[in-house]
Every structure is written in C-alpha cells, then in structure tokens.
C-alpha cells in the first residue's frame, strides 16, 4: 500500500503561485503513474497534470505554460507547481499514484484564488 500526504494548498490572489507537495509512505521512482487532479464545486475531477516513472510529463492545456509537475525520488515526493494562478483553477487538488494496477490519493487540499 501506498499513503499519499498532500501539503502547499491555501489562498492566493490571481496572478499568485503555489506548490503542491505530494509525499509517498514508499520510494516512487519506480511508480509509473503520478499524477494531480482536481476537482472543483459541481464539477467532475479532472487530471491536471501527471509525470512517468521516465520523468515524461503531461498537462491540461488550460494549465500548461503555468504549471509544471516534477518529483524528487530521494524525498518519495513530487510536485506540482502552479504560476500565474486564475480564480478558474480554485479547487481540491488531489495527488494520485497508480501501483501494480492500484491507485493511492491523498486526501487533497484546497486551492482558492481570489480575483
């Protein structure tokens, strides 16, 4: 199993930024699939970004050229660090990780971002 610890999220005006903190119980390196989503009021969770265990990546279009997701496998975390933050990206952000067909979530913390 796989225990998943979310931390960076908080309030910040438009045009601000943040760090999401993702922190894995085991070593991720060789965890395939890592990835953020995020789910806002009355709307569907959506993926927003996630990174291989060969370090490709992918990202929302609404979010890429403003958010870049990384990891750091001697610290079992990884990242996802959001830039020129709009009100449209307030939500719960959640860390997710596939494992031997499995997935783990964190518990998800709040992003809202004031106009």
């Known amino acids: 199993q796989v225990q998943l610890v979310e931390s960076g999220g908080g309030l910040v005006q438009a045009g601000g930024s943040l760090r999401l903190s993702c922190a894995a119980s085991g070593a991720i390196s060789s965890i395939a699939f890592k990835g953020w989503y995020r789910q806002a009021p009355g709307k569907q969770r959506e993926l927003v970004a996630f990174i291989t265990s060969g370090g490709s990546t992918n990202l929302l279009d609404s979010v890429k050229g403003r958010f870049t997701i990384s990891r750091d496998n001697a610290k079992n975390t990884f990242y996802l660090q959001m830039n020129s933050l709009k009100p449209e990206d307030t939500a719960v952000y959640y860390c997710?990780?596939?494992?031997?067909?499995?997935?783990?979530w964190g518990q998800g913390t709040q992003v809202t971002v004031s106009s």
């Open positions: 997710n990780v596939v494992q031997a067909g499995v997935g783990y």
